[in-house]
């Protein structure tokens, strides 16, 4: 299994002089199987452009494009990038389109549809020449064929969004992002007059347990990309409830789930690569973390499970 980084930024693109090392593209992750002549592609931010390119590039002596892309949600900076996949333009390619949606919503097809109408892009929908089906899914255990697998896992973001886990030949690359820890959700101050002593402690042990399970769902991954757009003072600070971890959450969680290999993924925006650098040099030390290997991902980034 190869992973490649094409886009590591949360929230906007960010390109300029100071993001050119990490890199200012939003999320987008490809997964190759080459003994299965395979692969799979996990977001659709504004990194999918140079990917589309070099899969058409490929398709050239590969012959008719078959892929599949899932989205972990369908907030802008994840999907951004849709429009500009040029395979969705291509007459004899195959897309299997993966994503969550709640039953109240549109459907998926209706979501990324709305980005292709005349209001945004010079292309509709229906002027489409590929072949698209659209998958919903929700949490649980899939067989994609070829031996791979995959395990989906809701987590705690302001809209529905899944966590995977993708399994092949005893090896496993887990996503966890867009997401922070779960919290009690009651008041736990007992001079509140809102205060109540058995909510609060039901609170403690739902967030507890829902932290736990989604550990679990990472637990002994070769490797896992991490939501790490905060520090901890920021998110302490003023970014609680935003959806988003802090890179200590992050290593703490891989060290206590036996995970081999930490990527810090969904960089803010706001943080130039200098700074990046500064906290690789207070985070990613060798032997820092017990076994575990922690790094920023970057932009063109290849790692081999």
């Given at each position: ?34 003994d299965?002549d ?25 012959g ?33 389109i ?47 064929g070829d ?14 969004c ?5 399994s ?17 959700l009651?008041c736990t ?52 409830g ?12 891989g060290?206590?789930s ?16 200098a700074e ?15 076994d ?8 063109g ?5």
């Amino acid at each position: 299994m190869i992973v490649k980084f094409w886009g590591v930024r949360g929230s906007i693109p960010c390109p300029g002089p100071q993001t050119v090392k990490y890199g200012g593209n939003t999320a987008c992750i490809e997964l190759r199987f080459p003994d299965i002549d395979r692969f799979v592609i996990i977001d659709a931010g504004s990194g999918i452009r140079e990917l589309s390119n070099q899969i058409m590039r490929e398709a050239k002596t590969r012959g008719p494009i078959r892929t599949e892309l899932f989205l972990t949600h369908t907030h802008w900076d994840h999907i951004m990038g849709f429009p500009f996949f040029t395979p969705i333009f291509t007459e004899d390619a195959r897309i299997k389109i993966y994503g969550p949606v709640a039953i109240d919503d549109n459907s998926l097809e209706e979501i990324l549809g709305g980005l292709l109408t005349y209001r945004y892009f010079p292309i509709r929908q229906k002027e489409l020449t590929s072949h698209i089906d659209y998958i919903d899914l929700q949490e649980g255990r899939y067989d994609l064929g070829d031996g791979l697998h995959l395990s989906a896992k809701y987590l705690n973001h302001p809209i529905l969004c899944l966590g995977y886990r993708f399994s092949y030949k005893g090896k496993v690359v887990t996503t966890v992002y867009d997401t922070e820890p779960f919290r009690n959700l009651f008041c736990t101050d007992p001079t509140d007059p809102s205060y109540d002593a058995a909510m609060a402690q039901e609170g403690a042990e739902v967030a507890a347990e829902e932290n736990q399970r989604v550990e679990r769902f990472f637990a002994d991954s070769d490797l896992i990309i991490h939501d790490v757009q905060y520090t901890q003072a920021e998110y302490d600070n003023s970014r609680i409830g935003w959806g988003h971890s802090s890179i200590d959450h992050a290593i703490a969680a891989g060290k206590r789930s036996n995970v081999k290999r930490l990527a810090l993924f969904h960089h803010e925006p706001e943080r130039p690569d200098a700074e990046i650098d500064q906290l690789a040099a207070i985070h990613c030390r060798a032997g820092d973390q017990d076994d575990m290997e922690v790094f920023f991902a970057r932009e063109g980034m290849e790692i081999e499970i």
